[in-house]
């Protein structure tokens, strides 16, 4: 399905918070700026901010523009916008939250998932390892993996809360991949996608609590800051 132009909006906005190139306080481009820089439609992109303005993510000032909100953590949830700063214990708190979350839903995905739901997770393996070098989008493939899973596990709340986790992690995967590269996910991965061809609950389950805790690992034995 073609992405609509507001969503695009939205997304582009959300990760220039998410990076830290527009911090609390910015004032935001223009509509006239944005659209001609998306190549979308004014409409679209006033529809984007209104989404972002109802979720108390921008502030719209009349006739003074479009700023950037002081993000408490209390809307991180409410918003599905992530928080935008994490030092490295707050990773690792993440991790050790997967560590429960994935290790469950993968449990669930062994049992629940549809047969169209194991060609996705392995369409989404074989393009990790054809942009095993391509830092951008492995990191894009092996995020979808992992909530491709979740997904599969077929309950709504563990969807909207990987949806968080995935924005979250997305920045922080890019530097644990610069440190440490995508070989040992990528072994990790084809492990786990066997385990659920194979209906293995028990098996599947033990290789995503391997892979997380490798990964929790090599984060104590690496600089991700």
Partial sequence: MKERASDIVFRTIKENIISGKWVSGTKIMSETQLASELNVSRISVREAIEKLAALNILSKKQGGGTYVND????IYFNSLIPMLTLDRDN??????????????????????CTDDKIEELEECYHRMVKYEY??????????????????????SILKKVSEVLGEILRYHQKKLYKELGPGGGIKEHKMMLEAIKNRDEELATIYMRRHIERTIEDIKNTRID
């Fill in 134 to 155: 391509d830092e951008e989008r492995f990191t894009d493939e092996d995020l979808k993996f992992h909530m491709l899973i979740v997904e599969g596990a077929n309950n």
């Fill in 71 to 74: 993000l408490q953590p209390s």
């Fill in 91 to 112: 990773y690792m708190e993440i991790l050790e939250f997967r560590l429960i979350f994935e290790t469950q839903s993968m449990g669930l995905c062994v049992k629940r």
